[in-house]
């Protein structure tokens, strides 16, 4: 997961260029443009986020072959699929938030759920989520928050809070998310604003207080940030919770914190977009997804919440005891998820975005 705007200019160049690729690339050429039988399915995911074996024993379950493209952040996936045709991808991996966004772009398909078998699988506390009633166009995937890795044994400060990433002794030494809606949302919690904060007045103390953070950073990562952590580039991370799962197993001095004024907490989904050559092979592609031994599978590798509670039963306590890997229904309820903003608020938090990576 592990699951991000970026400046203007760096929207129009994510959707002027193309981003890695995993296997042959991108093939929009086979299969049924009304969705029939398909031998290739273009799939559009996060990076470091579906293990390659899924992708293989999928292959050899279908024989249709699977062409991985990935995106870092939400706003990055939008622009692609905005910029290239209709038809490009057969599957998008979207937050929360951006489900709603697609949907009221009139972005995304219907699903067939009676295509989607295995949607059983997901917990009851999961489905028919407020940016996607009744699940017509979207299925969980993987989740988690956005939390705090300290490596105890270089930090002595005790970090219990993001207001505590703000202190000058952690200079140059932190690690976060590529993510303006992250980054900018974990500052307005620490000062006990919502992440949805509108209000010109406020968002101009939001602004102060997040370009009082930028001496603290070294380095920006959505895609890998337990590599700094792991190698002691960085002591302390604003990291996806999977993300300081895998760190900790690497090192054992690094441990996780939930921030005491509530996380930034999210859930990715599998969405068909519009105009998909290959619907059918995509939804068959989901169901697969949601069988518990391919869930399972997928959280070993890339250990972020899991919705699929038959997979969460099969993998035992390694999982559901290790509060990094699943954290707490208590860190889930305190915490808050990102929503839609008006294109003006938008606008200031991109403007935010680019003085803080100036």
């Given at each position: 997961m592990t699951k991000k705007i970026k400046s203007m200019l760096a929207l129009g160049l994510v959707a002027a260029?193309?981003?890695?690729?995993?296997?042959?690339?991108?093939?929009?050429?086979?299969?049924?443009?009304?969705?029939?039988?398909a031998d290739s399915l273009n799939i559009f995911v996060w990076t470091e986020y579906i293990p390659d074996s899924v992708i293989q024993n999928f292959e050899k379950e279908t024989g249709i072959k699977v062409n991985v493209t990935t995106f870092s952040s939400n706003e990055d996936m939008l622009a692609k699929v905005k910029a290239e045709a209709e038809g490009t991808y057969d599957i998008v991996q979207p937050s929360d938030y951006m489900v709603k966004q697609m949907i009221s772009q009139d972005m995304l398909e219907k699903l067939d759920k009676d295509k989607l078998t295995n949607l059983k699988n997901i917990g009851e506390q999961y489905l028919n989520p407020s940016y996607d009633p009744d699940n017509t166009y979207s299925v969980p995937y993987q989740g988690g928050v956005a939390a705090i890795a300290v490596n105890t044994k270089k930090v002595k400060k005790e970090i219990t809070s993001y207001n505590d990433l703000f202190d000058p002794s952690l200079k140059n030494s932190l690690v976060v998310l590529d993510d303006y809606r992250a980054v900018i949302g974990m500052t307005e919690r620490s000062m006990g604003l919502s992440m949805n904060e509108t209000d010109p007045d406020k968002l101009k103390e939001v602004e102060q207080k997040l370009l009082t953070l930028k001496d603290n950073i070294k380095v920006y990562d959505s895609?890998?940030?337990?590599?700094?952590?792991?190698?002691?580039?960085?002591?302390?991370?604003?990291?996806?919770?999977?993300?300081?799962?895998?760190a900790m197993e690497e090192n054992p001095d690094i441990k996780i914190v939930f921030p005491k004024e509530g996380a930034y907490v999210f859930m990715d989904n599998w969405a068909i977009p519009k105009g998909a050559k290959h619907k059918d092979a995509a939804e068959k592609f989901i169901n697969y997804i949601l069988e518990p031994e391919t869930s399972e599978a997928i959280s070993k590798e890339f250990p972020y919440l899991n919705p699929n509670t038959a997979a969460v039963k099969a993998m035992g306590a390694d999982y559901t005891d290790n509060e990094a890997k699943n954290p707490p229904e208590s860190v889930i309820s305190a915490g808050e998820y990102v929503d839609n903003l008006d294109t003006d608020t938008i606008a200031t938090l991109d403007s935010m975005w680019t003085k803080l990576k100036g």
């Open positions: 260029m193309a981003v890695g690729i995993t296997g042959c690339g991108i093939n929009t050429s086979g299969g049924s443009s009304s969705g029939g039988d895609d890998s940030p337990k590599s700094s952590l792991i190698s002691g580039d960085c002591t302390v991370g604003f990291c996806w919770s999977a993300e300081i799962a895998l």
